[in-house]
């Protein structure tokens, strides 16, 4: 990928580049060639002449003969004495002489002009030859290249690939383990297990209903299957989207979702495409997920199949190696590839058909991403070299290196890359174009409802590094008590968090400092620096998280044009309601509703308290403000309850949902600071217990206890003021 630009301008004259090259090439050769037609007529012109010219200069010197013998002739007619008889021969031997070597001359220019023209005609001969052969040699080198090219792409295929393996197999296998676990966790769900005893025979009910209709948070997709063709350019960030993609229907619609690397099944050699098709045919094959069902929850095949249990699959595919896969079927780099993944993709679902209890379905959807602004394309580069330094792979003095020579691809596989065709040549596919994530989305053929979900939250996501910041509100009256929901007040310890949170917003997460009106730090106002960013404040609409974010200041940075923490109050993020046990403690419920403190026990995900809610309702009130998290570039802060924490931790940090109500997380007066990035997949543990290394805990727990017994208003500013923000900070 090195070739200078000679070599690649050969490249492009044996057909590699785009058609206009070719045409012009082509134009200029057919130049060339009139141009030495026209020389080759000329040529022989000369040479016809040359062969002419010897005849030409014997006929004058037989004229010449001619004439001199009739001038002799004539003058000895006409000599009038034997004086000028005697005269007469040596006149004539005279002229003999003279003519002679005037025709001896004449025929030295000839044979001059003769040679001169012999020996342009072998200069031109031999530049011909020295062009053709030249010709020659140039598409030796070429070829040459172009072998070398490939045997080096196809040598080091395996070399990156056992690197690959080496030290990501481990990794790939953690997470295919903890993809089975999440299809085991989340699926076949086909609702809480607390309404068990509703759908069996009862002595007033023999005939029950043994399926109820699916809540929002287990529609799935409805028994369909669908496939995600991640399609576009190396360093695109489409690895990163198609994973956040995956945890997004697993987490909010309960559909089973798996993802398939390319790459992955690229390295076991020629058997990769069918190693793949043979994964996703084993994967959507309809028939296991209505054993389970049946299995699980007792019910006849022939009613699960009738009533379409089976929550449906998605399969992912995408390359985390876009350069290594380039030439992959699976790849979708160009026209031919996408046609024949379509051709397969039927083969597979006829193959579904003759297997399965009923017809399955099988939607293909092409989700190709492009960037159009430069530094879009310089941040996913310069994720993706640090990644590969940090897993070992480049050097810490070699990361330049390493993003000059990624340049470089580039410009090599945006001259072979076809993308989806807008001129009416791909119209029947079903595809999404993403330009600058989400800056303008292009659809075509995307009716269904998991289908418009896809891009609703593709519109949103992006793999550009951002931050978020997760607190619980205060202590309130209600915590003292131990008393479920409610809305009331915060207490001292509530207000002593309220005031470091002041200054933690505006000085960590906005990057800004106080200062008094001469310059020095002090009491003043809150002044930009150079690591100002802006920044946003989400409440809930409940008093105690509203009372918590009181005390955050909204100065106006970048010539007013943003108003920093700016409070929006949303609904979709108050606690859970509790319902008949609202203001209840845990054990005035088992007191008085016994029967609900059991169901929660044995279910607390899918249990709802009477006329209330379950956490099943909060991930579907939640999703719309999610979606628009995902949006943001700007860091976050959000001030919200124990619930709808655990549920945005549980999806930012890859734990399965139904994992997210048993977290023991979320203490009061502790703040998590969560950085996303395309790294952040790779560091996923799923673990409730270990938090990911991009999850770093700021602990105020002790500041708060000290600053709550403090009276004097001066002394808890200067208690703010002078607390070491830094050293509350540790990773969790």
């Known amino acids: 990928f090195q070739a200078e630009d000679g070599i690649r301008d050969c490249l492009l004259s044996r057909g590699l580049g785009d058609v206009y090259k070719r045409q012009a090439l082509a134009r200029s ?7 030495r037609s026209a020389a080759a007529v000329a040529s022989t012109s000369r040479r016809r002449s040359l062969r002419l010219a010897p005849r030409a200069s014997r006929a004058s010197r037989h004229g010449s003969g001619i004439a001199l013998a009739s001038a002799s002739r004539s003058s000895v007619a006409r000599a009038p004495s034997a004086r000028a008889f005697a005269a007469a021969p040596r006149a004539i031997v005279a002229l003999v002489i003279a003519s002679s070597a005037r025709l001896r001359a004449d025929g030295a220019r000839v044979d001059d002009v003769a040679d001169a023209a012999r020996t342009r005609r072998r200069a031109v001969v031999v530049a011909a030859r020295s062009a053709i052969a030249a010709r020659r040699a140039s598409t030796n080198v070429a070829r040459r290249l172009m072998t070398r090219l ?73 028994g369909e299957r ?92 995408y390359s985390s190696d876009a350069s290594a896969t380039f030439y992959e079927t699976w790849s979708g780099t160009s026209k031919e590839r996408r046609r024949a993944i379509l051709k397969e993709l039927e083969d597979l679902e006829r193959d579904l058909d003759s297997t399965g209890p009923r017809r399955m379905k099988v939607k293909t959807i092409f989700i190709e991403t492009t960037l159009t602004r430069e530094e879009l394309v310089e941040e996913v580069l310069a994720q993706r070299v640090a990644r590969d330094a940090r897993n070992g792979r480049v050097r810490e003095d070699e990361i330049e290196a390493a ?155 970048h010539n007013g044009e ?70 943001y570039t700007e860091p976050v802060l959000i001030v919200s309850h124990q619930a709808i924490l655990r549920l945005i931790f549980a999806y930012l940090t890859g734990c399965a949902r139904e994992r997210a109500p048993g977290m023991n997380t979320f203490s009061q007066n502790v703040i998590y600071e969560i950085t996303l990035d395309a790294s952040c997949e790779d560091l996923i543990t799923e673990d409730v217990d270990r938090f990911p290394s991009y999850v770093v805990a700021h602990d105020f727990r002790d500041a708060v206890a000290a600053l709550a017994v403090v009276d004097d208003p001066d002394e808890r500013r200067r208690f703010v003021r002078d607390l ?7 990773s969790s």
């Open 29 to 35: 050769l057919s130049a060339s060639r009139a141009r």
């Open 150 to 222: 490939h045997d080096a792409d196809a040598s080091s295929r395996p070399r990156r690939r056992a690197l690959e393996r080496a030290m990501g197999d481990d990794a790939r296998a953690t997470r295919d383990a903890r993809a089975d676990d999440a299809d085991r966790a989340s699926s076949p769900r086909l609702y809480a297990k607390s309404m068990e005893d509703l759908l069996t025979a009862r002595a007033h009910n023999p005939a029950p209903t043994t399926v109820p209709p699916p809540i929002a948070a287990l529609a799935g997709n409805i």
């Open 226 to 317: 669908h496939v995600l063709v991640f399609v576009g350019l190396p360093l695109r960030g489409k690895r990163t989207i198609a994973l956040r993609l995956t945890r997004y229907l697993r987490f909010f619609h309960g559909a089973r979702c798996r993802a398939f690397d390319v790459a992955y099944a690229g390295h076991r050699g020629d058997a990769a495409t069918s190693s793949l098709v043979n994964n996703l045919r084993d994967f959507l094959r309809s028939g296991d997920a209505i054993t389970d069902v049946c299995t699980e929850y007792g019910i006849e095949a022939k009613e699960a199949s009738a009533k379409h249990v089976d929550s449906g699959r998605v399969a992912v595919v």
């Open 403 to 557: 993003k000059e020579s990624w340049r470089r691809r580039l410009d090599e596989y945006r001259k072979l890359y076809v993308t989806l065709q807008e001129d009416g040549s791909e119209d029947d596919l079903s595809y999404i174009k993403l330009y600058n994530y989400g800056e303008r989305v292009q659809t075509n053929k995307m009716r269904a409802y998991l289908p418009q979900r896809i891009v609703q939250f593709l519109t949103a996501t992006h793999p550009t590094a951002h931050k978020i910041y997760l607190c619980r509100h205060g202590e309130s009256e209600y915590n003292v008590t131990g008393r479920l929901g409610g809305n009331s007040g915060i207490t001292a310890k509530g207000v002593a968090f309220s005031e470091i949170l002041s200054r933690f917003a505006l000085e960590k997460i906005c990057g800004m400092e106080r200062r008094d009106d001469d310059g020095d730090d002090g009491e003043g106002r809150w002044c930009e620096t150079p690591r100002t960013v802006r920044a946003r404040l989400w409440t809930s609409s409940l008093l105690r998280t509203i009372a918590t974010a009181a005390n955050i200041e909204h100065p106006t940075v």
């Open 562 to 631: 943003w108003e920093q923490m700016s409070p929006r109050v949303y609904r979709n993020i108050d606690e859970i309601f509790a319902g008949d046990c609202e203001g209840m403690t845990p054990e005035e419920i088992v007191e008085k509703n016994p029967q609900a403190a059991y169901l929660r026990s044995m279910d607390k995900i899918g249990y709802r308290y009477p006329r209330g809610e379950s956490y099943f309702d909060l991930i579907s009130r939640l999703e719309p403000c999610i979606q628009e998290m995902e949006s």
């Open 724 to 730: 070491d923000l830094d050293a509350a900070r540790a």
